[in-house]
Nanobody, 126 residues
Framework: QVQLVESGGGLVQAGGSLRLSCAASGRSFSSYAMGWFRQAPGKEREFVATISRGGSRTHYADSVKGRFTISRDNAKTTVYLQMNSLAPEDTAVYYC???????????????????WGQGTQVTVSS
């Protein structure tokens, strides 16, 4: 069992930055990959970024590549999403998720993740 709690969302102007955090508890954090997804109003949830267990590998959606950075601190059992150059189209609820079973890399599909946080709202104003 894994519990995930996101924080760091909020309202920011276009061009600004936010850093999301996702604190994990339960099973050994360093044993599973983590991911970030987002869901905008009226749209399906979509993949944003993923990071391997040790943090050496990362993968991003094309829409955020070069602007967002995923990282993790296994000692703090926390994964981060640094979001720069935010645009109104980044407005969404952001979710972190845990992939305990592993498998193919990169893990970018929702069905590959077993546990999900409750989400944190990010709103980017123009």
């Amino acid at each position: 069992q894994v519990q995930l709690v996101e924080s760091g969302g909020g309202l920011v102007q276009a061009g600004g930055s936010l850093r999301l955090s996702c604190a994990a508890s339960g099973r050994s954090f360093s044993s599973y990959a983590m991911g970030w997804f987002r869901q905008a109003p009226g749209k399906e949830r979509e993949f944003v970024a993923t990071i391997s267990r040790g943090g050496s590998r990362t993968h991003y959606a094309d829409s955020v590549k070069g602007r967002f950075t995923i990282s993790r601190d296994n000692a703090k059992t926390t994964v981060y999403l640094q979001m720069n150059s935010l645009a109104p189209e980044d407005t969404a609820v952001y979710y972190c998720a845990a992939d305990l079973h592993g498998g193919s890399w990169p893990t970018r599909y929702q069905y590959e993740y077993e546990y999900w946080g409750q989400g944190t709202q990010v709103t980017v104003s123009s």
